[in-house]
Antibody, heavy 120, light 110 residues
Framework: QITLKESGPTLVKPTQTLTLTCTFS??????????VGWIRQPPGKALEWLAL???????RYSPSLKSRLTITKDASKNQVVLTMTNMDPVDTATYYC????????????WGQGTMVTVSS | QSVLTQPPSASGTPGQRVTISCSGS????????VYWYQQLPGTAPKLLIY???QRPSGVPDRFSGSKSGTSASLAISGLRSEDEADYYC???????????FGGGTKLTVL
């Protein structure tokens, strides 16, 4: 059974750097075709894809946020970390991590999400 | 402003068939698979349809997906009260080299 869980601060100040960790079980990020992505959702708004990392360390970023994002993996710890610099109140959102397979293409299993508020 | 365009709302009565559209372009829907997600109130999104028209295990066959050109549709037949949720389409975009989502459609079961 695949599960993912996001963790990190619930409150960050403007200009600070956000670090979120996705801890997963039931699959390995060393297995060919496996990936983990990050998606966020501001309150009452739509989903927005942020970043994606694959088993082979291939990384993809949302073009609009690329300069602020870094995604890394630690396959031995079953974790994926997303950092976002220069946080702003508009970055207030629920942040989700999700499992994907290149053979499927979709985010097929999602974490429960973690709410991050940006405020001074 | 989302790259994929969905109607903000849709509605139907129990037992009815409803469809939700998703419009894109040649760089996303026109050349890649479409995915649909269901988000019940207060919960994480759930994959409903992958590769245009495939249902993951456990998704009822009342849900079906289709694609034509640069547009896609999600159809829900035999509408039930528990189908009341937000629905999002998504696809890979070759120009952006990333995943794009629609703005979401809020389905109300009257």
């Amino acid at each position: 059974q695949i599960t993912l869980k996001e963790s990190g601060p619930t409150l960050v100040k403007p200009t600070q750097t956000l670090t979120l960790t996705c801890t997963f079980s039931g699959f390995s990020l060393s297995t060919s075709g496996v990936g983990v992505g990050w998606i966020r959702q501001p309150p009452g708004k739509a989903l927005e894809w942020l970043a994606l990392i694959y088993w082979n360390d291939d990384k993809r970023y949302s073009p609009s946020l690329k300069s602020r994002l870094t995604i890394t993996k630690d396959a031995s710890k079953n974790q994926v970390v997303l950092t976002m610099t220069n946080m702003d109140p508009v970055d207030t959102a629920t942040y989700y991590c999700a499992h994907t397979l290149t053979t499927v293409g979709a985010f097929d299993i999602w974490g429960q999400g973690t709410m991050v508020t940006v405020s001074s | 402003q989302s790259v994929l365009t969905q109607p903000p709302s849709a509605s139907g009565t129990p037992g009815q068939r409803v469809t939700i559209s998703c419009s894109g372009s040649s760089s996303n829907i026109g050349s890649n698979y479409v995915y649909w997600y269901q988000q019940l109130p207060g919960t994480a999104p759930k994959l409903l349809i992958y590769m245009n028209n495939q249902r993951p295990s456990g998704v009822p066959d009342r849900f079906s997906g289709s694609k034509s050109g640069t547009s896609a549709s999600l159809a829900i037949s035999g509408l039930r009260s528990e189908d009341e949720a937000d629905y999002y389409c998504a696809a890979w975009d070759d120009s952006l080299s990333g995943v794009v989502f629609g703005g979401g459609t809020k389905l109300t079961v009257l």
